[in-house]
């Protein structure tokens, strides 16, 4: 069974600061990661892919892969009080078809 | 640039019922992929349509059943609901590709609610 696991949070984190969530996965040939932002009531957005070891920055966004620790980290800086919602992990083995999604990390950013 | 589109919003159904849900994908995809998603959870994989066929399928039981239309829109049904199968219904579309997973992009969902 092929899991990804995230805290679920809360993270509280002030205006301003770094949120840093964290994912972890269980298959070890997954070779796609994507991170999804979902507002309460709302579909989930792509905000960030990342398939090769290492950072990717995209604007405030950082994501942060380690295939060895089988690890997938997004850092949000300068966070906003409209960045508070439920950011997902999803992960995609190479050639495979469906996208095995954590059970997101709640994100609050206090004014 | 349409996205994904998917109606209805929203559906009452009673247990024993049967359901159709559908879903046109963002211009350009050829793939499409529906997800369940309850409440305080992440999205469940169901199952995954190319080229009309059923490309793969997630652990749900036949009651899930599903179509691609030559267009590329899809339908997702559900036959004898259950309580159980309350829940927020995505779907998402993607353009197949080579090798690795490529995006996916999710419509507004289909909320729906089984008294």
């Known amino acids: 069974q092929k899991e990804v696991e995230q805290n679920s949070g809360p993270l509280s984190v002030p205006e301003g600061a770094i949120a840093s969530l964290n994912c972890t996965y269980s298959d070890r040939v997954s070779q796609s990661f994507f991170w999804y932002r979902q507002y309460s009531g709302k579909s989930p957005e792509l905000i960030m892919s990342?398939?090769?070891?290492g950072d990717k920055e995209d604007g405030r966004f950082t994501a942060q892969l380690n295939k060895a620790s089988q690890y997938v980290s997004l850092l949000i800086r300068d966070s906003q009080p409209s960045d508070s919602a439920t950011y997902l992990c999803?992960?995609?083995?190479?050639?495979?078809?469906?996208?095995?999604f954590g059970p997101g990390t709640r994100l609050s950013v206090l004014p | 640039d349409a996205g994904v589109t998917q109606s209805p919003t929203h559906l009452i159904k009673t247990r024993g019922q049967q359901v159709t849900l559908r879903c046109s994908p963002k211009s350009g995809h050829d793939t499409v992929s529906w997800y369940q998603q309850a409440l305080g959870q992440g999205p469940q994989f169901i199952f995954q349509y190319y080229e009309e066929e059923e490309r793969q399928r997630g652990n749900f039981p036949d009651r899930f059943s599903g179509h691609q239309f030559p267009n590329y829109s899809s339908e997702l049904n559900v036959n004898a609901l259950l309580l159980g199968d309350s829940a927020l219904y995505l779907c998402?579309?993607?353009?197949?590709?080579?090798?690795?997973?490529?995006?996916?992009?999710f419509g507004d969902g289909t909320r729906l609610s089984i008294l």
């Open positions: 990342i398939y090769s070891n």
């Open positions: 998402a579309s993607s353009l197949a590709g080579q090798g690795v997973g490529q995006p996916q992009h």
């Open positions: 999803a992960v995609n083995e190479n050639y495979g078809q469906n996208f095995v």
